[in-house]
T-cell receptor
Framework: DAMVIQNPRYQVTQFGKPVTLSCSQTLNHNVMYWYQQKSSQAPKLLFHYYDKDFNNEADTPDNFQSRRPNTSFCFLDIRSPGLGDAAMYLC????????????FGNGTRLTVT | GENVEQHPSTLSVQEGDSAVIKCTYSDSASNYFPWYKQELGKRPQLIIDIRSNVGEKKDQRIAVTLNKTAKHFSLHITETQPEDSAVYFCAATFYSGYALNFGKGTSLLVTP
């Protein structure tokens, strides 16, 4: 089945220790997104790529970076995780932008100790 | 991003009753309004969407209405069932359609 796959499902990292979350898609969608979702809150957009064109939300902390080496893969790097970065990180894709349905991965739940 | 406001934040109904969730948006250029359902510990999943050239759309027990003049849209669930219990998010496009902004969510509880 075509899908959006996130690894790992659960990630534990130490305060200040860099961590990378990964996302892959078999949908061949042009657009990929990273959302951060904290408990009982809405998903908050961190970045999106339209093909290789990178777009950073104005309030995304500098501590967060992203890479999209090819159409299928996208990575979220957190350079120095703080306790406040503990959250569910959701990757999503869409075929032509946000005016087409988003397909979400199952997410990576990040714990910072 | 542009604001999307969603009400109510929690909603409890009895099985068989209807549930209505309302959202307003601020970007007059928004042209796509999806609704996502998120069950506990799972990913958001699209349940219905509507585009700005349509006033209403229905899919079995779920319907969405859009009033572009007033910049608000609503989700209607009829004949609710316990499996409808979840958090529902409305969303609207911004950035010329490249990204979505989500409402804060409505936690719907359907009691048997």
């Amino acid at each position: 089945d075509a899908m959006v796959i996130q690894n790992p499902r659960y990630q534990v990292t130490q305060f200040g220790k860099p961590v990378t979350l990964s996302c892959s898609q078999t949908l061949n969608h042009n657009v990929m997104y990273w959302y951060q979702q904290k408990s009982s809150q809405a998903p908050k957009l961190l970045f999106h790529y339209y093909d290789k064109d990178f777009n950073n939300e104005a309030d995304t902390p500098d501590n967060f970076q992203s890479r999209r080496p090819n159409t299928s893969f996208c990575f979220l790097d957190i350079r120095s995780p703080g306790l406040g970065d503990a959250a569910m990180y959701l990757c999503a894709t869409s075929s032509e932008g946000a005016d087409s349905p988003l397909h979400f991965g199952n997410g990576t739940r990040l714990t910072v100790t | 991003g542009e604001n999307v406001e969603q009400h109510p934040s929690t909603l409890s109904v009895q099985e068989g009753d209807s549930a209505v969730i309302k959202c307003t948006y601020s970007d007059s250029a928004s042209n796509y309004f999806p609704w996502y359902k998120q069950e506990l510990g799972k990913r958001p999943q699209l349940i219905i969407d509507i585009r700005s050239n349509v006033g209403e759309k229905k899919d079995q027990r779920i319907a969405v209405t859009l009033n572009k003049t007033a910049k608000h849209f609503s989700l209607h669930i009829t004949e609710t069932q316990p499996e409808d219990s979840a958090v529902y998010f409305c969303a609207a496009t911004f950035y010329s359609g490249y990204a979505l902004n989500f409402g804060k969510g409505t936690s719907l509880l359907v009691t048997p």
